[in-house]
C-alpha cells in the first residue's frame, strides 16, 4: 500500500520528474503525427498508383506484342484461372502528344496506353480519377461541380461541356482558318510558304468571303471522313472536293490548308482513300468527336499559374476536353511513325505526378490500328468491327480475386508462360513500382528510428532525474526500511514511479499527436499565415489537405515502447534506492 | 513493579545482545566500533544506553533493531536468534517488534500526519488488506495520536508541525504497530529542555500504562537518569551495569 501512496506523493510533489517526461511526451506525439502522415501518403500513394496499374500485369518484352491475345489469355485462364477476376489487355507504346495552344503547336512525350474501358474499370479503380468526375476546387471555392457520378462506368463519351467546348472549338477554328486564309491572301502568296509547298499551289481563283459557310464541312477536320477528303485532295484529285460538296465553288485555299494541316495526321488514311467518296455521302455531324478518343493526363496539358494581381495559383489547361489532338507513335515492325488524330474525352488526375504527366488512355482498337497490330476486317468502314483479340496486344492486366495469392499467381504465370523465351514479364503493381515503395517504406523505417532514439534519450533524462530523486530521498528510503519496508517495496515505489511517468508521459503524447493529426490541416493554415509562406503546396503534392492514416496498432506500439523506456530507465536507479543501507541512510543529512 | 523481574526469571531474556563486535571500514582503515558488548533487556523494562558522541550506542541500537548486522556476535529476541535471519523475516521483525524513535523525527515529508502515523501499517499489509480494513486502522491511527496528543493536527504535513509535535508522531508512528520494544534514539536530543521533558513524561506513562520495553540512547545523563537502568557505553565497551537509576531505586 505504501508504494503506491509514496510514489503517487512523489508524482504530484516532484514537477522536476514531470519536465523530464515531456521530451517522452513531445516524442510520442511526433511519432504518432510522422507515421500518420507517411502511413496517409503512403496508403495515397498505392490507390494512386493502384488506379493505373492492376494486380498483376503479364507484359511483352517486345513492344510489337503478342499477336495472339486469345492464346495468351487461354494460356492464364488455364495456369491461374481460378484465382483471376477479370482480365484486360492493354498495348503500351511510346507516343508523343502535339496540340496547338496559342497560336504555336506543343509536344509532349508521352506512353500511350490502348485500353479497354469496360476491361480498365474491373481491373483497377481509374474512373473515380476523372477529372469530369471530380469536383475542383481552388483555395476552398468550388470552382465547378462534378459533371458525372464518379461511380459510373469508364466510357469515351463526351460530357455536355466538352460538347459544347468542342462546338465552339470547331466553330473558332473554322473561323481562324478561314481568317488565316484571308490574311494570308491579302499579304501575299509568298507569305504564305506551307501552302507552296504543300503543292496547293493549284488551288483555283481564291473566293475567301463565300466560304465561310460553305467551307464547314472541311474546315472541322476533325471528322475521319473529312481527313479522307483531306487526304485525297492533297493527292491531287481537286474533283473529290467538289463532288463531296455538290458545290464547286469552294474548293478554296482554306479547305487546302486545312488539308495540308491535316494530311500529316493521317498515318491510316492510305488504304481507305479508294472508298472516301461513298463515305461521305453518310457524313456524319462534323461535331461529333473522332473515332479515336484519349483520356490525356492532366499534367501533360497543364501548368500552375500564378496570377500576380490576386497572388492566387491556378491551373492553366492548354486543351480542353471535346478538342482534337494529334498523336504520333511508331508501327509494328518497323521504325516507322504513325500519326493519327483524336478526340479528348477527358483528363485524369491520379495524383502521381510520374502519370499524370506521362500517360494517356487510348480506345485499344484505334490505337492497335494506328499501329498496324489490327486490321480492319472491313476496309470500307474501318472503324466497324474491330476487335482485339484480332490484333496484338502488349500486356494483359489481371484482376486478383485475393491479392494475397499474387506472389502464388505470378509465380505460377513465370513459370507457365514461356519461361525459357523470357517474352513475357509478370509483376505486380507493388513490384512495377517497388523502388519508389520501397524509398516510402524506409524513409518511414529510418524516421521511426530516429524519432525513437528520441525518446531514448529522453530515456536517459529520466534516469539522471530519478537518480537525484533517489539521492534527494536517500533518508526517506532508510525511514520506510526501518519502518520494515523490504527492498523490494522500495524498489517497487521507483518503478512504479516510473511506470507512472511514462504513462502519463506518453499517455499525454497520444493526445497531443492524435489531436495534431486531426486538426493537421488547420495546424497547417495557422502556419502558412504566421510565416506567410505556404508549408504545404496543394500543387505540388496534389493533395488539397494533407493526408494522414492513424493506425491503433502504430500508437499503441509507440505508446508501449515510451512506457518501457521510462520503467527502464527507472531501474537503475530503483536498485540503488533498493540496495540502499538503512543505517547510511538514517545517517545521512 | 516486581512482576517483570519474575517473569524474566521464568522466561528467557526478553531482549539480549551476546557479545556484539562491530566495525566500519573507513578507506583503508577498519574502524572498531563496538568490542564485544552484552546487554540484556527484560520485558517492561526502560533501558537507557549512555555514553559520549562515538561510543557506539547508536550502533549498538541498531544492531538491537535488525537495523544492522553484527560482525562478530548474536542478538536474541525471546530466546530466538534474529541477528541471521533472512531479510524478509528481518524486515517483517522491524515492523511487527520494534518500534524506532529518531533524534531528527525522521517523517515522510510527503505525507500527512495521519498517513506518517498509518505507514507501518501499510507497509505491514497487503493493499487490498489495507483497504478493507481502512477505516479500523484509521481509527486505531486517531487514538493514538489521541494518547500522544496530536489529534488536532492529523491532516498536517510534517513540516507545518513544531519539533515536540514531530516527536510526538513519530512516537504515535512506532506505537501504531503494537511493538514489543521501543527503541529510542536521542528522543530529545533536538528539543528544548521543556519540550524534551514532555517527551520523556510521555515515554514513561508509555512504559507503565502498557508495560511497554523502551531502549532508550542518549548522551545526556540528565535524561538518561530518568530510566529505570542505565548502561554505559564507552570506546565500544559496557562500562557498568545496572548504574543505579534514580527514578525506581
Redesign the interface.
Known amino acids: ?2 508504494k ?3 510514489a503517487n ?2 508524482l504530484r ?1 516532484r514537477l522536476i520528474a514531470l519536465a523530464s517526461i515531456i521530451s517522452v511526451t513531445l516524442g510520442v506525439a511526433t511519432m504518432i503525427v510522422v507515421n500518420s502522415v507517411m502511413s496517409g501518403f503512403s496508403s495515397q500513394m498505392k490507390d494512386r498508383i493502384h488506379a493505373i496499374l492492376a494486380d498483376v500485369m503479364i507484359e511483352t518484352t517486345n513492344t510489337d506484342g503478342t499477336p495472339d491475345p486469345r492464346q495468351l489469355m487461354a494460356d492464364v485462364e488455364r495456369l491461374v484461372g481460378a484465382e483471376v477476376e477479370f482480365m484486360t489487355p492493354t498495348v503500351e507504346i511510346y507516343g508523343m502528344i502535339s496540340f496547338d495552344w496559342g497560336g504555336q503547336t506543343v509536344y509532349r512525350p508521352v506512353t500511350l496506353i490502348g485500353i479497354d474501358p469496360n476491361g480498365k474499370n474491373h481491373v483497377s479503380p481509374f474512373a473515380g480519377h476523372m477529372m469530369s468526375r471530380q469536383k475542383i476546387i481552388l483555395d476552398d471555392e468550388l470552382i465547378r461541380g462534378r459533371l458525372r457520378d464518379p461511380n459510373e462506368p469508364l466510357d469515351w463519351e463526351l460530357t455536355d461541356d466538352a460538347r459544347a467546348t468542342r462546338k465552339d472549338w470547331i466553330e473558332f477554328e473554322n473561323f481562324r482558318d478561314q481568317f488565316d486564309n484571308q490574311y494570308g491572301n491579302f499579304e501575299s502568296p509568298v507569305s504564305a510558304p506551307p501552302e507552296l509547298l504543300s503543292g496547293v499551289e493549284a488551288a483555283p481563283a481564291i473566293e475567301p468571303v463565300s466560304s465561310f459557310s460553305l467551307a464547314d464541312p472541311f474546315d472541322d477536320g476533325s471528322s475521319p471522313e473529312i481527313q479522307q477528303v483531306s487526304g485525297s485532295s492533297v493527292d491531287g484529285s481537286q474533283e473529290n472536293d467538289s463532288t463531296a460538296n455538290g458545290s464547286s465553288a469552294n474548293g478554296s485555299s482554306i479547305s487546302h490548308e486545312r488539308h495540308e494541316r491535316l494530311d500529316g495526321t493521317g498515318g491510316i488514311q492510305s488504304f481507305r482513300d479508294p472508298f472516301e467518296s461513298t463515305r461521305i455521302a453518310e457524313q456524319i455531324n462534323p461535331m461529333d468527336p473522332l473515332p479515336a478518343r484519349i483520356y490525356v493526363g492532366a499534367g501533360l496539358v497543364s501548368f500552375p499559374y500564378k496570377d500576380k494581381a490576386t497572388g492566387k495559383t491556378k491551373m492553366i489547361y492548354m486543351v480542353k476536353p471535346g478538342q482534337d489532338v494529334t498523336l504520333t507513335t511508331i508501327k509494328t515492325g518497323k521504325p516507322e511513325p504513325a500519326s493519327f488524330k483524336a478526340t479528348v474525352v477527358d483528363f485524369f488526375k491520379s495524383g502521381m505526378s510520374e502519370y499524370d504527366s506521362n500517360l494517356v488512355f487510348c480506345n485499344l482498337e484505334q490505337l492497335q490500328l494506328a499501329r498496324g497490330m489490327l486490321f480492319s476486317p472491313d476496309p470500307s468502314r474501318p472503324n466497324e468491327g474491330l476487335d482485339w483479340r484480332d490484333g496484338a496486344v502488349t500486356s494483359l492486366q489481371l484482376k486478383l480475386k485475393n491479392y494475397n495469392s499474387a506472389g502464388d499467381v505470378v509465380r505460377k504465370l513465370r513459370s507457365g508462360l514461356s519461361p525459357h523465351t523470357g517474352t513475357f514479364q509478370v509483376l505486380t503493381w507493388e513490384q512495377k513500382q517497388g523502388p519508389l515503395l520501397e524509398a516510402v517504406a524506409m524513409e518511414s523505417a529510418i524516421l521511426n528510428v530516429l524519432l525513437f532514439l528520441i525518446i531514448t534519450v529522453a530515456g536517459f533524462g529520466i534516469l539522471a532525474i530519478f537518480f537525484m530523486i533517489v539521492v534527494e530521498k536517500t ?2 528510503i ?10 523490494r ?1 522500495v524498489m517497487f515505489i521507483f518503478l512504479s514511479y516510473g511506470l507512472s511517468l511514462g504513462i502519463v508521459g506518453s499517455g499525454v503524447g497520444v493526445v497531443l499527436g492524435l489531436l495534431f493529426v486531426r486538426y493537421i490541416n488547420q495546424v497547417e493554415a495557422f502556419l502558412s499565415w504566421f510565416t506567410g509562406r505556404k508549408v504545404f503546396d496543394e500543387t505540388i503534392y496534389y493533395f488539397r489537405e494533407i493526408p494522414t492514416l492513424v493506425s491503433p496498432m502504430m500508437v499503441f506500439w509507440v505508446a508501449l515502447g515510451a512506457i518501457v523506456i521510462a520503467v527502464l530507465a527507472s531501474v537503475l536507479p530503483a536498485r540503488r534506492a533498493a540496495r540502499l ?3 547510511q541512510a ?1 545517517r545521512y ?1 | 513493579m516486581s512482576q517483570p523481574s519474575v517473569i524474566s526469571m521464568n522466561e528467557p531474556v526478553h531482549l539480549r545482545a551476546k557479545a556484539l563486535d562491530k566495525s566500519y571500514r573507513k578507506g583503508e582503515h577498519k574502524v572498531p566500533v563496538l568490542r564485544g558488548v552484552d546487554v540484556k533487556v527484560n520485558r517492561g523494562e526502560f533501558l537507557s544506553i549512555v555514553g559520549q558522541s562515538g561510543s557506539g550506542k547508536s550502533t549498538l541500537m541498531h544492531l538491537l533493531g535488525l537495523l544492522d548486522v553484527p560482525d562478530v556476535g548474536e542478538v536474541w529476541l525471546e530466546g530466538t536468534r534474529i541477528d541471521n535471519l533472512p531479510e524478509r523475516t528481518r524486515d517483517e521483525l522491524r515492523n511487527n517488534v520494534f518500534g524506532f524513535v529518531f533524534q531528527f523525527y525522521h517523517l515522510l515529508p510527503e505525507l500527512s500526519l495521519l498517513e506518517n502515523i498509518l505507514s507501518p501499517l501499510m507497509i505491514r499489509y497487503s493493499i487490498w488488506e489495507y483497504l478493507r480494513r481502512k477505516s479500523e486502522l484509521k481509527e486505531q491511527a486517531v487514538e493514538i495520536a489521541k494518547q500522544v496528543g496530536l489529534d488536532h493536527r492529523l491532516r498536517h504535513r510534517p513540516s507545518e508541525l513544531s519539533g515536540g509535535e514531530m516527536q510526538r508522531a513519530a512516537i504515535a508512528r512506532a506505537l501504531i504497530a503494537r511493538p514489543n520494544v521501543l527503541l529510542a534514539d536521542e528522543p530529545t536530543g533536538n528539543l528544548d529542555s521543556r519540550t524534551g521533558g514532555d517527551i520523556m513524561e510521555l515515554l514513561h506513562k508509555l512504559n507503565e500504562e502498557q508495560q511497554l520495553t523502551i531502549l532508550m540512547v542518549t548522551h545526556d545523563d540528565n535524561i538518561a537518569r530518568q530510566a529505570e537502568r542505565i548502561v554505559r557505553l564507552s570506546e565500544g565497551r559496557i562500562q557498568s551495569l545496572n548504574e543505579a537509576a534514580q527514578g525506581v531505586a
Open positions: 500500500m505504501y503506491f501512496l509514496i506523493r512523489y510533489t533518508r526517506d532508510g525511514i520506510l526500511k526501518a519502518l520494515g519496508a523490504s527492498s517495496g543501507h538503512p543505517v538514517l543529512e
